[in-house]
C-alpha cells in the first residue's frame, strides 16, 4: 500500500468514526470508559498526521516522518494496552487502570513541592486522601527480574496442573513476606509490566501470533528511538541521503500502523457501544483491507 492508499483509507476512517471521537457515548462498563478516551486521543494523532500529510507540499513530506513516528509509537502503546486489559479481565483491570490516577497524581505534588512551588492546600489534602486510598495495591514486592521468575514459575505451575488458585493465593502470600516492599513506594507502571511484557503476555496465551509480535516490536522500538537521544536516530539526520530515506520509509509505515490500531480501537468500541449497523460493517470492511494490505517490498 503507498502513501496515497493509505491516506484515503485513513480518510474514509475517520470520518466514519469522527461520533465515537465527538461524543456524546452512552456506556456500562469502566472499560469503555477507558476505551472511549484512548479512542479519542489516538484519533486526534491520526487526524494530525493525515492533516500533515494533506496539507504540506510533496516535497515537505519527508519533514514529518520523523514526528509521525514518534505519534504512532503512543498508538501502539495505547493499543497494546487496551489489548491486555481486555485480556486480562476489562473490568478488574479497568479499574486498576482508573485508580492508578491517585498514584500519578501525587507524584504530581511532591515533584511540585519539591520544585518550591507552592500546592493549594485543598488539592493537596485531596490527593493524599486518595492516595491513601488506592497506593496498596500498586506496591511493588520487589525487584522486577525477580518477580517476573516468581509469575514465570506460577505459570508454568498452573499449566501442568501443580497448582490452583488457592495455591497461587498463598504464594502471593509467601512472596509477599519475603520480599517486603520496604520503602513502601508504588511502582512506576500501573500494570506492573511494560510494554513489552505486556506483548509477551499476549503472544504467551495466543492473543496474537509471533508474526504480529515480530511487527509490533520491530515499529514500537522504531518509534521508541524518536522519544530519545538516540545515536541510531540522530545518525539517521546527519547524512541528507539517509535522512531522507529513512524518513520517507517512516511517514508511510507510522501512518499504516497508526491507522490498523486506529481501525482495531473502533472495532472495539463497535463491540462496546451500541452503533448503526452499516457503521459496523464499514468498520469490519477497512479492517479486513488493513490486514490484507502490505507496505511495498524494498
Known sequence: MDLKGIQLLATELLNSTKKFAIGPNTYKSLFARVLEGTFRRNYLTLFTMLYLVTNGKPDEHTAFGSSCMDLARRVQEDLISLEYILHKGKEEYSKKFIEYEAVEAMRDIIYLEAAGIIV?????????????????????????????????????????????????????????????????????????VDVEGMIDVLVKDGVINTDEERTLKQSYLKGN????????DINNFAYTDLYTITNNDDLLLSIVTTTVGIARMANMVADEFEIPDDTRLKLKSMWQTLLTAHLPVK
Open 225 to 232: 528511538i524518536k522519544n530519545h537521544f538516540s545515536p541510531t
Open 120 to 192: 493549594d492546600v485543598g488539592l493537596k489534602k485531596k490527593t493524599v486522601k486518595n492516595y491513601e486510598k488506592y497506593k496498596q495495591q500498586f506496591f511493588d514486592k520487589s525487584g522486577k527480574a525477580k518477580r517476573k521468575a516468581w509469575n514465570e514459575l506460577i505459570e508454568y505451575l498452573k499449566k501442568k496442573g501443580k497448582i490452583n488458585d488457592a495455591d497461587v493465593h498463598e504464594i502471593e502470600v509467601e512472596f509477599s513476606k519475603r520480599y517486603p516492599n520496604n520503602d513502601q513506594q508504588p511502582r512506576r507502571s500501573w500494570a506492573g
